[in-house]
Nanobody
Framework: VQLQASGGGLVQAGGSLRLSCALSGRIFTSPIIGWFRQSPGKEREFVGRINWNGGSTDIADFVKDRFTISKDDADSTVFLQMESLKPEDTAHYYC???????????????WGQGTQVTVSS
């Protein structure tokens, strides 16, 4: 399966963005798709994940009150809705996945290229 993230851009603090992660290729069963972010000089952070089977989500505590994850089965797309953005949310955002639940977040099996989010103060 291939992943392609999109939807990033420049937004003012307090604004919103919705990132998309499009799944393509041969999807054999229900994957778990996670969102990650990384900014220069910092370690990669796990933002959240969604289980394709049932749609249950886990969101990291540091964004739980502002970010949500959803999916569109018909379009095979996962969304990261980000509200009340802060300058510290500036990062390159990636989606990654696995068919093994325990692999997300520590050992994703496939990655997308990511999309840049920049939040100005």
């Amino acid at each position: 399966v291939q992943l392609q993230a999109s939807g990033g851009g420049l937004v003012q603090a307090g604004g919103s963005l919705r990132l998309s992660c499009a799944l393509s290729g041969r999807i054999f069963t229900s994957p778990i798709i996670g969102w990650f972010r990384q900014s220069p000089g910092k370690e990669r952070e796990f933002v959240g994940r969604i289980n394709w089977n049932g749609g249950s989500t886990d969101i990291a505590d540091f964004v739980k009150d502002r970010f949500t994850i959803s999916k569109d089965d018909a379009d095979s797309t996962v969304f990261l809705q980000m509200e009340s953005l802060k300058p510290e949310d500036t990062a390159h955002y990636y989606c990654a996945g696995s068919y093994v639940e325990d692999h997300i977040p520590d050992h994703p099996d496939f990655w997308g290229q990511g999309t840049q989010v920049t939040v100005s103060s």
